[in-house]
């Protein structure tokens, strides 16, 4: 079986980043936490990789589908459903699993995997709305997480509309994970990973709290977003008006001797804001790196990834460049329309 090297260099972007060896051996790292800047390392064999990227495009195509899914009353039940398929990260504190087991598509062929606290459950159900008991788990263990999502990028990178589709997709994903990691640390974890990502963010000072302008803007803020928002000083932060312009500009925060002052949940909108340029930059890192690989055709390792990653994406979608042509000229053909109604509007009365 064909062994493929994941190293530093396999993935573009991130030649200059640092790694602390001894730290990421000591602890489990949440990649999705450090917006998968962890440059990977090691040796995987072709069909590890493929495994990988199989269950990435499965958990992300299930999340698309519940997305619009028109039995799902909101935004928030989205999340909660993909985070009742999240098992790892529902625990309270995550533990290494053993590396030496084969992963084939989610199943885990571990002895550890017949105990009761395993952490893959079969994969039966499709929703837990469903009614059955048993959740179809997805579960990224070591680098899995980190190395499927990179491969997805070069898969999802050709298309503008595949990656506004993967950004759409990995940003659900991290905000159903980032429900979890809150409802578990609450007042710390937030400001924790806004640091940890080089993003400024303080609790409030005692000379802040105290401010009259700003005890009137909690009273208004809690006011204008309903009867039960909170009024705790934990749960209002001070960051960097750098970092709030757009809250800013549509005037949703307030300003106070240089500094923002953020809600919870507005601070993580910034967290997420930065997550998806980030993103959008590593695609098109990811799709100057696929058109460099075209020129060179003396690097078979990659070459042999990227063709496993075009055949995935062949295998998931009809066409991987685009399900719908991209026409300079904005026009739409009957076909698309056709095939979009069909998608769309399975009854012919409705078509």
Request: charge should be neutral; glycine fraction near 4%; include cysteine.
């Amino acid at each position: 079986m064909q062994a493929i090297i994941t190293t530093a260099k396999s993935f573009a972007g991130d030649e200059k980043r640092p790694r602390d060896v001894k730290a990421a051996a000591a602890a489990p790292v949440l990649d999705w936490a450090t917006m998968y800047t962890r440059r990977p390392a090691g040796t995987s064999t072709l069909f590890t990789l493929e495994a990988m990227v199989a269950k990435r495009m499965e958990l992300l195509a299930w999340i698309d589908q519940l997305m619009n899914s028109p039995n799902v009353r909101s935004f928030g039940v989205v999340l909660d459903e993909i985070g009742a398929r999240l098992p790892i990260e529902r625990r309270k504190h995550v533990t290494q699993h053993a590396a030496d087991h084969v992963v084939v598509l989610g199943r885990d062929d571990s002895p550890a995997a017949d105990d009761a606290d395993s952490f893959r459950t079969p994969r039966l159900s499709v929703s837990r709305s469903s009614g059955s008991a048993a959740l179809n788990a997805f579960v990224f263990e070591g680098d899995e997480d980190l190395i499927s999502h990179l491969l997805a990028r070069f898969a999802f990178c050709m298309s503008e509309q595949w990656r506004k589709w993967f950004v759409k997709t990995e940003e659900a994903l991290l905000r159903a994970r980032l429900k979890l990691q809150m409802a578990k640390y609450e007042a710390d974890f937030l400001p924790s990973l806004m640091r940890d990502n080089g993003l400024p963010c303080d609790p409030l000072s005692d000379e802040q709290w105290q401010d009259p302008l700003l005890q009137e803007y909690i009273v208004y803020f809690a006011v204008f977003q309903g009867k039960q928002q909170s009024r705790s000083r934990e749960d209002y932060f001070s960051v960097p008006m750098t970092l709030a312009t757009r809250l800013i500009k549509t005037r949703s925060v307030l300003c106070l001797k240089g500094h923002a002052i953020l809600h919870r949940d507005q601070a993580q909108e910034v967290f997420v804001t930065v997550f998806r340029s980030k993103l959008n930059k590593g695609l098109h890192e990811a799709y100057l790196a696929r058109m460099r690989l075209t020129s060179n055709e003396d690097d078979e390792e990659r070459e042999t990834v990227m063709r496993m990653l075009d055949a995935f994406l062949e295998y998931f979608v009809s066409d991987p460049t685009s399900a719908i042509q991209e026409a300079a000229s904005g026009a739409v053909s009957a076909g698309e329309v056709r095939r979009i109604a069909q998608t769309h509007f399975p009854c012919a009365c409705v078509r």
